[in-house]
C-alpha cells in the first residue's frame, strides 16, 4: 500500500521517525517494461513533502515497485529511486504544481540553474 496524503510515515531522519505527508509528486503514469529476471515490472518513483513538528519541509524520494517475484503486488522499495532525466523533471514538474518548493527556494535554484547554462 502506497503512502497518501495526512498519513504518518517513519522514515528515520534527524531523530525524527514520525512525519506526515504533505505532498505527493508522481509521474502521469507508473513506468512498465520487462525485465529478465524480475519479469513485467512497475515502478512507480515519487517525490514526498514530509513535516513534522519539529522539522516544516523534507522531500523524501522513494519509489514503489511491483513485478513477477511479488506477484503483481506493489512493494515499497528499499533504497533510492533510480530516475533518469526526463522521470526527474516530471516529478519536479509536478512538485512545483503542488507548491512543495519556497520562493526563495526556487529563485537560489533559478540563479544556480543560470549560472549552470552560462558555461
Request: net charge positive; no cysteine.
Amino acid at each position: 500500500m502506497t503512502a497518501k496524503i495526512r498519513n504518518t510515515v517513519h522514515p528515520r531522519y534527524r531523530g525524527i521517525a514520525e512525519w506526515e505527508v504533505r505532498g505527493i509528486a508522481q509521474l502521469a503514469q507508473p513506468m512498465e517494461y520487462y525485465d529478465p529476471v524480475q519479469g513485467h515490472v512497475r515502478y512507480d518513483p515519487r517525490v514526498l513533502w514530509l513535516r513534522s513538528p519539529e522539522h516544516s519541509k523534507v522531500l523524501w524520494f522513494t519509489y514503489w515497485i511491483s513485478t513477477n517475484k511479488t506477484k503483481g503486488k506493489i512493494k515499497w522499495g528499499q533504497g533510492s529511486p533510480m530516475l533518469e532525466e526526463t522521470a526527474l523533471l516530471e516529478l519536479f514538474r509536478d512538485a512545483l504544481a503542488k507548491d512543495f518548493f519556497s520562493k526563495s527556494f526556487l529563485k537560489k535554484l533559478n540563479h544556480e540553474i543560470g549560472n549552470a547554462l552560462k558555461e
